[in-house]
Nanobody
Framework: QVQLVESGGGLVQAGGSLRLSCEVS????????MGWFRQAPGSQAPGKQR????????????DYAESVKGRFTISRDNAKNTVHLQVSRLKPEDTAVYYC????????WGQGTRGTVSS
């Protein structure tokens, strides 16, 4: 069973940065595209989707939501089964719980890591 463990969140001021990390258990990590999702406060109602903000293919091709382009950078280390999200020039609207997952597979969600941006 694949487990996802996110870390690196915290409280930062607007304009600051965080580096989020996700460790993926199991030997299948390198087979999947990975992504970072986020769920903003107040959007936990049933049926509310988590927003995919960044994704990276097995080969390292990346894609970003328009709202984070130029500010977020996703990377992966296949040897260490980890995926990272460098988030910079943070805005209050980036406040959310951040999760990693494989967009094409959707493993069970981890606990996420909370990033809070103060204005």
């Amino acid at each position: 069973q694949v487990q996802l463990v996110e870390s690196g969140g915290g409280l930062v001021q607007a304009g600051g940065s965080l580096r989020l990390s996700c460790e993926v258990s199991g030997s299948i990590f390198s087979f999947y595209s990975m992504g970072w999702f986020r769920q903003a406060p107040g959007s936990q109602a049933p049926g509310k989707q988590r927003e995919l903000v960044a994704s990276i293919t097995r080969g390292g091709n990346t894609d970003y939501a328009e709202s984070v382009k130029g500010r977020f950078t996703i990377s992966r280390d296949n040897a260490k089964n980890t995926v990272h999200l460098q988030v910079s020039r943070l805005k209050p609207e980036d406040t959310a719980v951040y999760y990693c997952n494989a967009p094409g597979q959707m493993f069970s969600w981890g606990q996420g890591t909370r990033g809070t941006v103060s204005s």
